[in-house]
């Protein structure tokens, strides 16, 4: 809503000050968002106000665009019932055909819900990433994720992302984790329980990565950022603990 004031107070002011070309050309620089749904959002305020037919052309071009991210991802977010469960958890949201597995948890503490986490995956390791929807560095980090995720899937090692419902809602979460494809267990999380992880971790914010060993133990320094690990080093911490 905000952002809809903004726009429809600087579209106006701009027309005013330069000339219609000019004004269009500033007007597309504004669409600078690296979220799809900020993007179709100022798009859709900035095509009605283009006056100079490039232009035009141009945003309904990079509107499309956006529409067919947004199409994309609704067919990648198709439900299958054929992917990894964390069972102690109850049904899963969603099971996604590129091997994501979304819960929703609320009303749990972080003592119980790492009890479940750690029964869910005996015998196996846990690369632990606390993220949000909004936060930068946690999606610059993504596809890092998601390529040691599909080099290491021999090893006995499980990826879980736990999102903070923190400024976010569930469909933008669902949105963020399609545009992606990232696989792995997924989890959006209530404010309590993701204040409650972070205290646990000693996150000083986001991202938070932990490594959980084998025997379900925390090993504090293990994880400092995913770029920063590859096939080899997580196999070497694997086998260390």
Same mark, same amino acid.
């Given at each position: 809503?905000?952002?809809?004031?903004?726009?429809?107070?600087?579209?106006?002011?701009?027309?005013?000050?330069?000339?219609?070309?000019?004004?269009? #050309?500033?007007? +597309?620089?504004?669409?600078?968002?690296?979220?799809?749904?900020?993007?179709?959002?100022? #798009?859709?305020?900035?095509? %009605?106000?283009?006056?100079?037919?490039?232009?035009?052309?141009?945003?309904?071009? +990079?509107?499309?665009?956006?529409? =067919?991210?947004?199409?994309?991802?609704? !067919?990648?977010?198709?439900?299958?019932?054929? *992917? /990894?469960?964390?069972?102690?958890? $109850?049904?899963?949201?969603?099971?996604?055909?590129?091997?994501?597995?979304?819960?929703?948890?609320?009303?749990?503490?972080? $003592?119980?819900?790492?009890? !479940?986490?750690? /029964?869910?995956?005996?015998?196996?390791?846990? @690369?632990?990433?606390?993220?949000?929807?909004?936060?930068?560095?946690?999606?610059? *980090?993504? %596809?890092?994720?998601?390529?040691?995720?599909?080099?290491?899937?021999?090893?006995? @090692?499980?990826?879980?992302?736990?999102?903070?419902?923190?400024?976010?809602?569930?469909?933008?979460?669902? !949105?963020?984790?399609?545009? #992606? =494809?990232?696989?792995?267990?997924?989890?959006?999380?209530?404010?309590?329980?993701?204040?409650?992880?972070?205290?646990?971790?000693?996150?000083?914010?986001? %991202?938070?990565?932990?490594?959980?060993? !084998?025997?379900?133990?925390?090993? %504090?320094?293990?994880? $400092?950022?995913?770029? +920063?690990?590859?096939?080899?080093?997580?196999?070497?911490?694997?086998?260390?603990?």
């Amino acid at each position: 809503y905000r952002e809809e004031q903004a726009f429809a107070r600087l579209l106006p002011h701009i027309d005013s000050l330069f000339t219609p070309a000019k004004a269009d #050309l500033l007007k +597309m620089h504004l669409n600078i968002s690296q979220d799809l749904e900020e993007q179709k959002l100022a #798009l859709e305020k900035i095509i %009605p106000s283009v006056k100079t037919g490039w232009c035009r052309t141009i945003a309904t071009g +990079m509107y499309n665009q956006v529409l =067919e991210k947004f199409a994309a991802i609704e !067919r990648a977010m198709v439900n299958v019932d054929n *992917q /990894q469960r964390a069972e102690p958890f $109850e049904k899963p949201l969603l099971q996604t055909s590129f091997g994501a597995t979304l819960y929703k948890v609320s009303g749990m503490s972080a $003592e119980q819900f790492l009890a !479940r986490l750690k /029964q869910s995956f005996p015998g196996k390791a846990i @690369v632990f990433d606390l993220w949000a929807t909004w936060c930068m560095p946690c999606l610059s *980090q993504m %596809p890092h994720s998601k390529k040691l995720h599909n080099t290491t899937r021999d090893l006995p @090692v499980a990826f879980v992302y736990v999102c903070t419902s923190v400024s976010s809602d569930e469909e933008k979460w669902k !949105r963020k984790i399609g545009e #992606l =494809e990232l696989p792995g267990i997924h989890f959006f999380v209530d404010e309590k329980l993701d204040g409650e992880l972070r205290q646990h971790f000693s996150f000083r914010g986001y %991202p938070g990565y932990a490594f959980i060993d !084998r025997k379900g133990i925390f090993r %504090p320094g293990a994880i $400092e950022w995913i770029s +920063m690990i590859d096939r080899a080093s997580l196999a070497a911490l694997i086998e260390k603990y």
